[in-house]
């Protein structure tokens, strides 16, 4: 069984791609909000940030178990699934989008002036990419 994640920065089309990525591959597809909201992972509100904090120990708890139930290969889609130890995860892809188009996206969105900063700032620095390399993953890096 083999288990591909897909990470990168809020906006940049990790659910498009990983849709259509499960679907070529006929791998099963796995939303990460939905593991987090089915299983209450939400934890204090962070009114700043609009955001729920996630404590990523528990998430990991959670993906861990699913992956070792499951039959089939997984596509994993969310900004927080790198953070799943490498022995569980064939490959980690990162998307990457061009700074104007995901300001754009983000604007869509409604998000605060505030957010969309932030979330610029982690794809300036790639942050998703830089935390999956120090964990290990191989990892692959898509421009959407």
């Given amino acids: 069984m083999k288990v591909i994640c897909?990470?990168?920065?809020?906006?940049?089309?990790?659910?498009t791609y990983a849709k259509r990525l499960a679907k070529k591959l006929r791998y099963e597809y796995i939303d990460l909000n939905k593991v987090i909201n089915e299983n209450?992972?939400?934890e204090k509100y962070d009114r700043k940030r609009k955001c729920y904090e996630i404590d990523v120990k528990k998430l990991n708890k959670v993906l861990i178990k699913?992956?070792?139930?499951?039959?089939?290969?997984?596509?994993?889609?969310?900004?927080?699934?790198?953070?799943?130890p490498k022995e569980y995860i064939t490959k980690v892809i990162i998307l990457k989008c061009d700074l104007k188009k995901l300001r754009k996206r983000l604007e869509k969105r409604g998000y605060?002036?505030?957010?969309?900063?932030?979330?610029?700032?982690a794809e300036i620095f790639d942050v998703c990419f830089e935390e999956a390399r120090r964990i290990?993953?191989?990892?692959?890096?898509i421009e959407s």
């Fill in 6 to 15: 897909v990470s990168g920065s809020v906006g940049v089309g990790k659910t």
């Fill in 40 to 42: 209450r992972l939400k």
């Fill in 66 to 84: 699913l992956i070792k139930e499951s039959e089939k290969s997984l596509v994993i889609d969310g900004h927080l699934s790198h953070y799943l």
């Fill in 112 to 121: 605060s002036k505030s957010k969309i900063t932030e979330n610029l700032e």
């Fill in 136 to 141: 290990g993953h191989k990892l692959e890096v």
